[in-house]
Each structure stands twice: as structure tokens, then as C-alpha cells.
T-cell receptor
């Protein structure tokens, strides 16, 4: 399996809801990433996990809470979001160490709409 | 701080014409540069990376450290090349994951 999968594809939620985005990969990658992408804009890094530990938090508001329960799974828990949080949320994974560690494989994304 | 600049938001060419998408970067260390492509309704995917020096789908890119550039070139554009192209820079060394910084992207349209 050489793909990163993300569920759900689309999510509509109200500002008081709690929801979660899921990401999965079975390529043996030990680094996983969450990005936020607005329309016609580049992805913006939110979080990086390395060996299931949070390594980078790009000053993301606490209403976004990442979780890495094991080496294949990455979750993003959402609570009390704002309409401006509506975006495409991308998950990516990569190896750690070695020459190919910088190649990130991206999932198709979850299109989130906050009403 | 690392920064990637793609000066053209939009680039239009006719089929069969040469195309060059510009990318300049600033980084104090030894960077690793990539081109990613996002076709309509498809996921972001790696097109090529400077260390592999390979040609993918007829595209090539050469890292010019003197000019801090990594321009993407193709001698004969095809309609299926129409997509959003992102230049990206990674700050990783050989022992850790890479933090990718993306340029703003260039939308390439190839007309028939």
C-alpha cells in the first residue's frame, strides 16, 4: 500500500461541534504531518509527528488537537472551530532519516466547512 | 528563515511551446528543493527533487546555488501539464524529517 488515505472526504460542522479527521498510511513512515490549505494557496504546516511524538506545532490554536495513536494513524480533533477554519486539511507522511526522508506523500485531503 | 518565491501566479502557453516556471529561494544552510504538482481534483504529488536529477514527464529542474534558483522547465508543453505547480524547500539534514516551505504556486495552463 503506497498511499496516504484520509477520512472523511468532506465534513460540515457547526461551531459548537466536536469532530475528528483521520489519516492512515502503511508505508512504514515514521513522520506524519497535518497541513491546512486554503483555495489556490499553498499548504501551510500545522503539526509534525516523529516516531509518534509531537515534534512541531506551528502555533496552531488549541481548538485543533492532533493525536498519533500509532505509527500508521494520525488524527486531528476539532472543537469550537470558526468559519475561517474552513479549508482543505491535508495529511502527509515521510520516512525519517536517510536521503529520501524529505519526500512527503500526501493524502487527498478532507474538505472542511464550518458553519 | 527559509523562503520560496514563485513570481508568476499564472502562466499560459500553447501546446508544443517551451515552458519555464520560476522558483527562487532563500535559506542559509544547504537546502533540498522539490517541485510538487496538483492536478485538478487530485492529490498533491511530488514531480521531482533536485538531488535525484531525474526527468519526470519531460520536466527538468536544475539547482543554481549562485542564483538561488530552481526553475522548472519543459521543452514542449502538453495540455495534460495544466495544473498548479508548487516549488518547495526542505530544511532537513540527513537525520530528521523535513519541514517543507512552499512557494505560492503557479497555475500553468496549456492551450491546444
Amino acid at each position: 500500500d503506497t498511499e496516504v488515505t484520509q477520512t472523511p472526504k468532506h465534513l460540515v460542522m457547526g461551531m459548537t461541534n466536536k469532530k475528528s479527521l483521520k489519516c492512515e498510511q502503511h508505508m512504514g513512515h515514521r513522520a506524519m504531518y497535518w497541513y491546512k490549505q486554503k483555495a489556490k494557496k499553498p499548504p501551510e504546516l500545522m503539526f509534525v509527528y516523529s516516531y509518534e511524538k509531537l515534534s512541531i506545532n506551528e502555533s496552531v490554536p488549541s481548538r485543533f488537537s492532533p493525536e498519533c495513536p500509532n505509527s500508521s494513524l494520525l488524527n486531528l480533533h476539532l472543537h469550537a472551530l470558526q468559519p475561517e477554519d474552513s479549508a482543505l486539511y491535508l495529511c502527509a507522511s515521510s520516512q525519517v532519516g536517510g536521503k529520501s526522508n524529505n519526500e512527503q506523500f500526501f493524502g487527498p485531503g478532507t474538505r472542511l466547512t464550518v458553519l | 528563515a527559509q523562503r520560496v518565491t514563485q513570481p508568476e501566479k499564472l502562466l499560459s502557453v500553447f501546446k508544443g511551446a517551451p515552458v519555464e516556471l520560476k522558483c527562487n529561494y532563500s535559506y542559509s544552510g544547504s537546502p533540498e528543493l522539490f517541485w510538487y504538482v496538483q492536478y485538478s481534483r487530485q492529490r498533491l504529488q511530488l514531480l521531482l527533487r533536485h538531488i535525484s536529477r531525474e526527468s519526470i514527464k519531460g520536466f527538468t529542474a536544475d539547482l543554481n546555488k549562485g542564483e538561488t534558483s530552481f526553475h522548472l522547465k519543459k521543452p514542449f508543453a502538453q495540455e495534460e501539464d495544466s495544473a498548479m505547480y508548487y516549488c518547495a524547500l526542505s530544511n532537513a539534514g540527513g537525520t530528521s524529517y523535513g519541514k517543507l516551505t512552499f512557494g505560492q504556486g503557479t497555475i500553468l495552463t496549456v492551450h491546444p
